[in-house]
């Protein structure tokens, strides 16, 4: 259970990181760039933290 929860958080990390707006037209506005560094820098601290929890699980 506890492996399967782990693969879930960074399954989810993994689609934050790749998170893409459909946008019409060929440029990304400068709030959807804006919002997808931010689902980025978010998704890096979900694999920090469930890294982090596994460490302290495991000792």
């Known amino acids: 259970l506890l492996a399967d929860l782990s693969a879930a958080k960074r399954k989810f990390a993994d689609s934050l990181n ?9 440029a990304e506005t400068d709030d959807e760039i804006c919002i997808a560094k931010s689902l980025q820098e978010f998704a890096t601290v979900l ?9 302290m699980v495991r000792s």
Not at 47 to 55: A, G, Q, S, T, V
């Open 47 to 55: 694999r920090n933290l469930e890294d982090e929890r596994m460490r």
């Open 18 to 26: 790749e998170f893409k707006f459909r946008c019409i037209g060929d």
